[in-house]
């Protein structure tokens, strides 16, 4: 939703450069100020219509906050909560009636409706948070949650002294199904023995049967409790600080819950989502689509991503600084992509295999019934090597910051058929066989990371291209002082 400009200064004159910055300098403070008064000039009628309540702490709570911050800036907000899934098209189908410009359906379920009254009402638009759906007047934010949950799942294991972790879900949606592989992910990451322990109650609010669930876990091992399940999951929290273990809060923080317990959130900057989809608005360029935003570095962050981890606040010292400095180069292969979290909206039997190399980690996931990956290895502008404990069928996604166009797959010295399931501008997922005998198969791209002298070598050459400029910035300085 971000449109980034670039301006080039041709003349090396510092007439020209001077010239050039007052111009740039009157846009940056010019252009918002007129964008402001722009949005400041429409105001919109929105509705926020979800089954959650906006008194769960997470899910609700936050999409409340988020809708009331629209309200703070001029917009007319009227918000239903708790609303049952029977009634929901009839739901939607009363706010369009009563005219509303945007209707923000804040959950899964409100998608295939949206979609259905949409069709009767093509002057309203329709914002589906998190949905699938799209159509000429609907848009859905499916933000990719299994990214943020992927650096929970690595933190559990790097403190888990059990080697077993859980995680309870209110129902088994594709979206937080979604959401725990990507905790499974990242625990198989740091430690691919780890035990995951997995429930799902059919029950949203009942922190009753949260709590059960949550002790049933523990009771099987489990050191660390994650839960996306509404008001349900305050129960598995309760469970957590019965037990004196750990648990991880969703989509808000939810430390507050218990101080002592909940380590840290995965946090959705809904205010930042919702503010995008009511720009959209506004700004008339909506967009009838489905919009997978990612991680940022924090609330607020530039850019589009709208997920991201809670401080550990009280609880700060009790994590160690090695865990901290990994779960920030986590953070940060996530956020450049060294590492991709596929989205996966069915329980799936995954594995996933780090490979370091120059200062750097990439990620192999494979997916696969018999062939588990057990190793990567980086050949420097050549190939990208992977190593599995058994033969058979198996699909792998890498990112491309590890290998692009992928071209051959060989398994000694025989290619491999093998089947581009998917590209993306961030990673490629392949179908191929292990052959029966062999251990691991070689994958040959176009571009594969280069070597580290390659890299130097490169940086190198931008330095002293940005000296040369400089050096000529500075002689044309001194021959204007000299005019």
Do not use: C
Request: no cysteine.
């Amino acid at each position: 939703m971000v449109t980034n400009t670039r301006t080039r200064i041709g003349s090396t004159s510092a007439l020209t450069v001077f010239a050039a910055a007052v111009l740039v300098s009157a846009f940056v403070f010019v252009a918002p100020y007129q964008a402001a008064n722009a949005q400041s000039e429409t105001k919109l009628r929105i509705a926020l219509v979800t089954d959650a309540l906006f008194s769960d702490g997470g899910w609700g709570a936050a999409a409340y906050t988020a809708a009331q911050k629209l309200k703070d800036q001029g917009h007319e907000v009227t918000a239903g909560e708790s609303i049952a899934i029977e009634a929901i098209e009839s739901t939607l189908r009363q706010y369009s009636e009563d005219g509303y410009d945007l209707i923000i359906a804040h959950g899964f379920q409100w998608g295939d409706p949206a979609v259905k009254v949409g069709k009767d009402y093509p002057n309203t638009k329709y914002v589906v948070f998190t949905g699938l759906v799209s159509s000429s007047n609907v848009a859905s934010i499916f933000p990719m949650q299994q990214e943020g949950t992927f650096l929970l799942g690595a933190l559990a294991a790097m403190m888990s002294e059990t080697d077993a972790i859980g995680y309870v879900g209110g129902d088994s949606y594709p979206n937080v199904i979604n959401i725990f592989e990507g905790y499974e992910l990242g625990a198989k990451l740091v430690n691919p023995d780890i035990r995951v322990i997995g429930t799902y109650l059919g029950a949203w609010d009942d922190p009753s049967k949260g709590r059960e669930a949550g002790l049933a876990q523990i009771n099987s091992g489990a050191d660390f409790l994650f839960h996306v399940a509404d008001t349900s999951g305050h129960g598995v929290i309760q469970a957590a600080e019965d037990r004196g273990i750990y648990a991880f809060g969703a989509v808000g923080d939810q430390n507050g819950l218990a101080e002592d317990t909940v380590l840290t959130s995965f946090v959705l900057d809904i205010d930042k989502a919702f503010a995008q989809a009511t720009e959209m608005v506004v700004e008339d360029r909506f967009e009838g689509k489905i919009f997978k935003p990612g991680i940022e570095s924090g609330k607020g962050a530039s850019g589009d991503g709208i997920v991201y981890l809670a401080p550990f606040h009280s609880l700060d010292s009790s994590v160690p600084a090695d865990v901290k400095a990994r779960l920030q180069e986590l953070t940060q292969d996530v956020l450049e992509k060294r590492i991709i979290v596929p989205e996966i909206t069915e329980d799936a039997d995954d594995s996933i295999v780090g490979a370091q190399f120059g200062g750097d980690s990439y990620g192999v996931i494979g997916r696969s019934e018999t062939a588990r990956v057990t190793a990567v290895t980086i050949n420097p502008n050549e190939s990208v090597t992977v190593e599995f404990d058994a033969a058979g069928e198996v699909e792998l996604t890498l990112p491309k910051s590890m290998i692009d166009g992928i071209s051959m797959v060989k398994a000694g010295a025989s290619e491999v058929p093998f089947e581009t399931v998917s590209s993306t501008e961030t990673g490629t997922t392949i179908k191929l066989t292990v052959p029966s005998g062999e251990d691991s198969v070689e994958i040959i791209g176009t571009t594969v990371v280069p070597e580290f002298g390659i890299i130097a070598a490169l940086v190198l050459a931008a330095s002293i291209a940005a000296m040369i400029g400089f050096a000529r910035f500075r002689g044309n300085s001194i021959r204007l002082g000299r005019f």
